[in-house]
Structures are given as structure tokens and as C-alpha cells.
């Protein structure tokens, strides 16, 4: 089983996540966005972080990656798609108001379907570029657990205004990918509370078959 743990860090309030198999203590750091000794402090004793995933190169995932990996070792993945954004680092802090950030060194390059090991839990990862190109989340089958990234909000879905976004992507890859995941799986997304994808699919406004109309205007 997978023990999941957040804190919600920087100017756009991101959530960091630490997941840890139960038996093994092996965890995964998923979106260390920055106030890296919070993100940190959310590993319990016994507990190893052996992976950090940024779901995507925006600077509120990433702050803290350069750190997490200096304290942990352990690799720093990023989808290829995003590697602009990780290049304009510098650039996004200044524009969004983070101090000065440095940018981890990539050791992974995840692709659509790669599995992964944490412990015992089997995860995959899923591509899904409209947020931006190089967005990914990661679900765990047994678990019935995504983690969403900012694709998939509770009642909502990511901005695609910035550059590289694309609205149709992003509908295409909700539809397409994340809604046949299962109606049961519930997600913890980059922003805000968890969800559940039988809800989204249904009422979410903006990618839902049945929009609540109202509701968010
Ligand atoms: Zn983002
Ligand atoms: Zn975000």
C-alpha cells in the first residue's frame, strides 16, 4: 500500500507530495515546488525517497527539485516536453516572483506507459501534454490512485494560456487517457483538494459530459 503525504508550498500554493510503500519504506517525491525542508520534512523515519517526478516543467513543481535531489539522491525525473520550461527557469522565477532558482539536473526522461517501482506498488506513466507539451501523471493501478498534475483539477482543469498550452491537448488527453482510467480512481492533482474521476467525468466543467452550468460562473 502507498502512504501519501502533502504540503502545499510556494507563491501558488503547489501541492508536494511524498508516496511510500508501507513494506518497503521506498517513497517517490512527486512535485517538489520549493520550502524544500517542509516537502522533506513529510518523509517519515524509514522512509528513502528513491525517485522525484516533476509532473511538468512549471516552476511551482520544480523549485525545490535541485534541493530534494542534493538532500536525497535520488533522481530527478521530467518529461522531454517540458525541457523548455526547465531551461527558462531563471526567467519563469523572476516572472512569477520566486527567488532565484536552480534548475536540477535531469537524470530521466519518462515516456507514456514506462512503469515504475515504488516498493511494492507498481506505477505508470501517462503523457498527457496540454497544460503544457511535456505534462505527466502517474497512476497506480492497485491503488487506484493518479496523480493528476496540474492536467486534472477537482472541479476544474490546468490553464493552457501559456506557451506550449493547448486546450485541445488537454481535452483530448482527459478524455482520452484519464477518464478511462476508471470512474473509482480518485487523484491528487497539483492544486487543491483530491478528486474522484467518475465525478470529473460527469460534472467537471470544463471536460465533463454533464456540466454543472452555474456552478462556476
Ligand atoms: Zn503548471
Ligand atoms: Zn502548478
Redesign the pocket.
Known amino acids: 500500500m502507498l502512504v501519501v503525504r502533502n504540503a502545499v508550498v510556494g507563491p501558488?500554493a503547489?501541492n508536494a507530495y511524498v508516496a511510500a510503500c508501507d513494506r518497503t519504506g521506498e517513497a517517490l517525491l512527486v512535485d517538489p515546488g520549493g520550502e524544500t525542508a517542509r516537502v522533506l520534512a513529510l518523509v517519515e523515519p524509514g522512509w528513502r525517497v528513491v525517485r522525484i517526478v516533476c509532473t511538468h516543467g512549471?516552476i511551482?513543481?520544480v523549485a525545490g527539485a535541485a534541493e530534494a535531489k542534493e538532500a536525497t539522491g535520488a533522481p530527478v525525473s521530467l518529461h522531454a516536453g517540458d525541457a523548455g520550461w526547465l531551461e527558462a527557469l531563471p526567467r519563469q522565477a523572476e516572472m512569477f516572483g520566486f527567488e532565484p532558482v536552480v534548475a536540477p539536473a535531469v537524470d530521466h526522461h519518462p515516456g507514456d506507459g514506462e512503469s515504475f517501482r515504488v516498493g511494492a506498488s507498481e506505477g505508470r506513466v501517462i503523457h498527457t501534454p496540454g497544460h503544457s507539451p511535456g505534462s505527466i501523471c502517474l497512476f497506480f493501478p492497485q491503488e487506484r490512485l493518479l496523480f493528476s498534475g496540474?492536467t486534472l483539477f477537482a472541479g476544474s482543469v490546468g490553464r493552457t494560456d501559456l506557451p506550449g498550452g493547448d486546450f485541445d491537448a488537454l481535452h483530448a488527453s482527459i478524455t482520452g487517457k484519464l477518464f478511462p482510467l476508471g470512474d473509482d480512481v480518485r487523484f491528487l492533482p497539483?492544486?487543491g483538494p483530491a478528486g474522484v474521476v467518475g465525478e470529473e467525468r460527469l460534472s467537471n466543467p470544463f471536460v465533463g459530459e454533464k456540466p454543472r452550468r452555474g456552478r462556476f460562473l
Open positions: 501558488f503547489a512549471h511551482d513543481h496540474d497539483g492544486h
